[in-house]
């Protein structure tokens, strides 16, 4: 069992004399502020995701990889029955949570979106965590300073960074010393669940798990694991570059026709599937109802009379996924290729309007003005395909590094495609980097994350980064942003390295 790890130095860190700077200038933030030093800092770094987007929530294994910029929170222990939360960053105003004297867990407020709510999140999960061993543990007061250097709503989940930081924070102040990865990651993969959003497990899973040189392999079935592994050491080296489009992007609150939109879709995508062909499939998605991999699995199980995949073997994954995908092509005329109505939805799963309504749209509100079950499903099944492309071409690397980074490019590219015209959740400023990157010495180039705005990755090599960086400063950001300092345009721009997951640090 691995755990949380506590540290006492910041060497993990590339530049540790920088951090070093920056954690002495947040600790005395912090004792200007709360009048005693910090205890300790609870850290969580944020993820860029290479391949593989809005498939985590059916369940289809990702590769990720924890990444240098995180999110801080200096930490100490006070009197009384309030948390105090204050940031550095001065659009998050302080916030004072009381912490309810009858041993109930905090509540959130929907109707207003303070980044208050994120923390009680984390609050949350670790209290029930806290719980499950001590059901009557009293909740303690504290002081909470956080800085953080994941863009936010730039997706490279800084809410899961921040969430974890939370979360981390309260464990410790409440005693809790030593916590395994994967209890970390199984309680603050729902944290946002209860902002509502209806998110999957990667990022929580990239943040804790993450592990210097290396990146991930996030699988879900037959239960949520983390394996690194390293990329094939190319020559010249391989760089993955991340360009902010700066289009913010708010996944809670443009939730509704966007990310749990998705969701929502999918669930329904796969259900049609599972009644089409009268699977008997596990309803254990965030809606309780069938997932796309679920469906997969019965489908190969209950039809072809396969043995269940492993969701690892990328030989099976990639013959299992076609075959979704030849499938889905048949089961939908060219009418409902184009979207169908909830009339429409509701007949193809046999149901009346309310009890459609009851199962696929009350858990979190959405908006829509057609369902896109088939355009979902071949983005979602051709993404998870493209995941186990690379690992293949991973596994067979031969020493042909430009073969290696041509075949990655070419699967980042589809990806975006996909993401653009299948998935709906790119943007004209992404696509305009993407296009850019490409002309200029990328590989491949695709949104990362939930996509909507919010960061491009770049495959490139360290020989082509210079040329690419400058395009992309010249073509994008001088053009659209003619008022960025050169400062600004060093923090939308940066290499992203593997790096450590989440961590406690304590000063010697
Ligand atoms: P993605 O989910 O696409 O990877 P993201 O996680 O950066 O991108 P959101 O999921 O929209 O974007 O989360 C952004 C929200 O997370 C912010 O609005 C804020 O509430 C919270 N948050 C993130 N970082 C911080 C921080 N340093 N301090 C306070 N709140 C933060
Ligand atoms: C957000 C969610 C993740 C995942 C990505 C898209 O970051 O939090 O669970 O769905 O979007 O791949
Ligand atoms: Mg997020």
């Given amino acids: 069992m691995s755990l949380v790890p506590t540290v006492n130095d910041l060497s993990f860190y590339s530049d540790e004399k920088r951090h070093l700077a920056r954690y002495q200038t947040l600790s005395k933030s912090f004792a200007r502020r709360y009048g005693s030093e910090p205890q300790f800092f609870a850290r969580a770094p944020g993820r860029v995701n290479l391949i593989g987007e809005h498939i985590d929530y059916c369940h289809f294994p990702v590769l990720p990889m924890a990444i240098e910029v995180d999110v801080v929170a200096a930490v100490a222990e006070c009197a009384g029955t309030t948390i105090n939360i204050s940031n550095t960053d001065e659009t998050f105003a302080e916030e004072h949570i009381q912490i309810p004297q009858d041993g109930s867990t905090v509540s959130i407020d929907l109707s207003t979106a303070l980044w208050g709510n994120y923390f009680k999140c984390g609050l949350i999960v670790a209290h029930k965590f806290i719980r499950e061993s001590n059901p009557q543990h009293k909740l303690k007061a504290f002081n909470a300073l956080f800085d953080g250097t994941v863009p936010t709503g730039g997706g490279l989940s800084s809410s899961a960074a921040f969430c974890i930081a939370a979360t981390l924070a309260c464990l410790k102040v409440n005693g809790v010393n030593e916590i395994s990865k994967s209890d970390l990651t199984r309680i603050t993969v729902v944290c946002e669940h209860y902002v509502g959003l ?13 592990e210097d040189s290396k990146v991930l392999l996030i699988s879900f079935k037959p239960k949520l694991e983390a394996t690194p592994f390293k990329l094939p050491a190319t020559q010249p080296e391989t760089v993955f570059l991340i360009s902010n489009s700066l289009i913010v992007a708010n996944k809670t609150e443009t939730a509704p026709t966007n990310y749990n939109l998705r969701v929502v879709e999918v669930a329904i995508a796969a259900d049609i599937i599972a009644k089409k062909f009268s699977l008997k499939a596990a309803h254990d998605s965030n809606l309780g109802t069938a997932t796309l991999r679920g469906v997969l699995d019965s489908y190969s199980t209950q039809i072809l009379g396969q043995t269940v995949w492993d969701g690892k073997n990328p030989e099976v994954g990639v013959e299992r996924l076609q075959t979704m995908l030849d499938l889905i092509e048949i089961i939908y005329t060219e009418e409902e290729k184009n979207g169908i109505s909830t009339k429409q939805a509701a007949d193809l ?23 896109n079950v088939y355009r979902r499903s071949k983005h979602v099944y051709g993404d998870a395909l493209r995941v186990m492309q690379t690992l293949r071409i991973a596994n067979d690397f031969d020493g042909d590094s430009e073969k290696f980074l041509r075949n990655l490019g070419s699967l980042m590219d589809e990806s975006q495609v996909s993401t653009r015209e299948n998935n709906n959740a790119s943007t004209p400023d992404c696509d305009e980097l993407c296009r850019l990157g490409r002309q200029n010495g990328a590989y491949g180039s695709r949104v990362t994350g939930a996509g909507f705005g919010g960061c491009i990755v770049h495959l490139t090599d360290v020989d082509k980064l210079t040329a690419l960086r400058e395009a992309l400063v010249e073509q994008y950001y001088r053009k659209n942003f003619p008022n960025l300092s050169d400062n600004e345009i060093d923090e939308a721009i940066v290499i992203s390295k593997p790096a450590i997951g989440a961590c406690i640090y304590e000063q010697k």
């Fill in 198 to 210: 209806s998110n999957g497990g990667m990022d929580q899973s990239a943040s804790v798990n993450g």
């Fill in 349 to 371: 799963l046999g149901l009346s309007i309310s009890d459609f309504t009851k199962k696929y749209l009350s858990k979190f509100e959405v908006r829509y003005n057609t369902l």
